[in-house]
Antibody, heavy 116, light 106 residues
Framework: EVQLVESGGGLVQPGRSLKLSCAASGFTFSNYYMAWVRQAPKKGLEWVAT????????YYPDSVKGRFTISRDNAKSSLYLQMNSLKSEDTATYYCARSSGSFAYWGQGTLVTVSS | DIQMTQSPSFLSASVGDRVTINCKASQNINKYLDWYQQKLGEAPKLLIY???SLHTGIPSRFSGSGSGTDFTLTISSLQPEDVATYFCLQHNSGNTFGAGTKLELK
């Protein structure tokens, strides 16, 4: 069974940094692209980042480019999202997802609140 | 960037009704359109990928159609457990979600 478990969320002040993690199991992690998707409270979904199988290619929307960095450790079956210079509008539940173009499997999410 | 316009925003229907939800892309996205279901307090779940392919374990009352810029999700006979918000996603160029359709029982 595919399982994705996010961690690392919490309350952080504007301008500070936070690193999210996602532990994967139930599939061969190194064979799949992975992604982060976020959802602001009572809002829609927004794609945040995607990383290739080896980690050599990464993709971001303009809203987070230059502030967020996606990475992975295939030996640990783990995905990461380093978030710097956080803003109030980054407040959201962050989901990791297995990607094959489509987001076939999702974790339960971790809540990040950016507030002073 | 590709914009996705989803309609309606809200839908009320009765058990057994045929329900349709639409998404329109701002440019041609070929077949690369998915549909996701999100129940209250849960993570989204993939229903349909690449316009019309049913994801593993999804009931056959869900179907997708369309091409190019116009796409439709159809629930052939609405069940109580289908109450949720539905999102479309284009992944032809980057990834853009529709704003969502909240489906409730009448």
């Amino acid at each position: 069974e595919v399982q994705l478990v996010e961690s690392g969320g919490g309350l952080v002040q504007p301008g500070r940094s936070l690193k999210l993690s996602c532990a994967a199991s139930g599939f061969t992690f190194s064979n799949y692209y992975m992604a982060w998707v976020r959802q602001a409270p009572k809002k829609g979904l927004e794609w945040v980042a995607t990383i290739s199988t080896s980690g050599s290619r990464t993709y971001y929307p303009d809203s987070v480019k230059g502030r967020f960095t996606i990475s992975r450790d295939n030996a640990k079956s783990s995905l990461y999202l380093q978030m710097n210079s956080l803003k109030s509008e980054d407040t959201a539940t962050y989901y990791c997802a297995r990607s094959s173009g489509s987001f076939a499997y999702w974790g339960q999410g971790t809540l990040v609140t950016v507030s002073s | 960037d590709i914009q996705m316009t989803q309609s309606p925003s809200f839908l009320s229907a009765s058990v057994g009704d045929r329900v349709t939800i639409n998404c329109k892309a701002s440019q041609n996205i070929n077949k690369y359109l998915d549909w996701y279901q999100q129940k209250l307090g849960e993570a989204p779940k993939l229903l349909i990928y690449n316009t019309n392919s049913l994801h593993t374990g999804i009931p056959s009352r869900f179907s997708g159609s369309g091409s190019g810029t116009d796409f439709t999700l159809t629930i052939s006979s609405l069940q109580p457990e289908d109450v949720a918000t539905y999102f479309c996603l284009q992944h032809n160029s980057g990834n853009t979600f529709g704003a969502g359709t909240k489906l409730e029982l009448k």
